[in-house]
C-alpha cells in the first residue's frame, strides 16, 4: 500500500522558470514531511521538512508548502537550475509510526 | 569517517549463491534503515532498527532476506539463495533520535544477481 504518493514520475522546467513537484499521502497518523534529493549513483540527500504545525517552511530557493485539509504537499524550487536536475523523494513519518515512508519519486529536468 | 559507509559498493553474484551487505553508520545513530532501490522504480522499505527496540521488519521481501545490527553500531543484511529479481541498489541510512525523518543515506551497494 503506497501511502505517500508521487503521481507525476518526471517534470521538465526551464532554467530560471518555478518547479513544483506535488506529493500526496494517505495516512492522518503523518505529522512530519520531508523531501530528498538524489543524483545517479548517489544516496538520496535530506533537502527540507515540515511539520505538520506549520503549512510552509522556506529555505532559500526551496520551499514546502502543507495542506493538512487535502493531505497534500508540494515541494517549490525558484528559480530553478540545471543543478537541480535529480530525483526528488517526498517522505513521512508519525511520531507513533516509527519508519519513514517514501513515495516513488519525481525526475526533475531543468533544462538551459 | 563522517558519513554512513557502505561495502561492497558493488557486488556481482550468481542465482542461488548468498550475499552480506554491510553498513556502518553515522557514530551516535540510533535509528538504521535499509531501502532498496530496482532499476526505475522508487524507495523499497526493507528493514527499520531502532535503538534496542525490536526491528520493523515488515519489508522484507522473504524469508532469504534476514538483517541483524549489533548495539547502536554495524548492520548487515543478508540474502541468502539470490534470485535475479534481487538485482538492486541496496541503500543504508542512519539517523539521530531527535531528528528521526531526517536520514543520512550511504552511497548504496549494488547487487547484480546473473
Known amino acids: 500500500d503506497q501511502q505517500v504518493k508521487q503521481n507525476s514520475p518526471s517534470l521538465s522546467v526551464q532554467e530560471g522558470r518555478i518547479s513544483i513537484l506535488n506529493c500526496d499521502y494517505t495516512n492522518s497518523m503523518f505529522d512530519y514531511f520531508l523531501w530528498y534529493k538524489k543524483y545517479p549513483a548517489e544516496g538520496p540527500t535530506f533537502l527540507i521538512s515540515i511539520s505538520s504545525i506549520k503549512d510552509k517552511n522556506e529555505d532559500g530557493r526551496f520551499t514546502v508548502f502543507l495542506n493538512k485539509s487535502a493531505k497534500h504537499l508540494s515541494l517549490h524550487i525558484v528559480p530553478s537550475q540545471p543543478g537541480d536536475s535529480a530525483v526528488y523523494f517526498c517522505a513521512a513519518k508519525g511520531s507513533t509510526l516509527g519508519r519513514l515512508y517514501f513515495g516513488r519519486g519525481t525526475q526533475l529536468t531543468v533544462w538551459p | 569517517g563522517a558519513g554512513v559507509s557502505q561495502s561492497p559498493s558493488n557486488k556481482v553474484t550468481e542465482k542461488g549463491k548468498d550475499v552480506e551487505l554491510r553498513c556502518d553508520p553515522i557514530?551516535?545513530?540510533?535509528?538504521l534503515y535499509w531501502y532498496r532501490q530496482r532499476l526505475g522504480q522508487g524507495l523499497e522499505f526493507l528493514i527499520y532498527f531502532q535503538g534496542n527496540s525490536a526491528p520493523d521488519k515488515s519489508g522484507l521481501p522473504s524469508d532469504r532476506f534476514s538483517a541483524e545490527r549489533t548495539g547502536e553500531s554495524v548492520s548487515t543484511l543478508t540474502i541468502q539463495r539470490t534470485q535475479q529479481e534481487d538485482s538492486a541498489v541496496y541503500l543504508c541510512a542512519s539517523s539521530l533520535a531527535m531528528t528521526p525523518g531526517e536520514l543520512f543515506f550511504g552511497e548504496g551497494s549494488r547487487l547484480t544477481v546473473l
Open positions: 557514530s551516535g545513530h540510533t535509528a
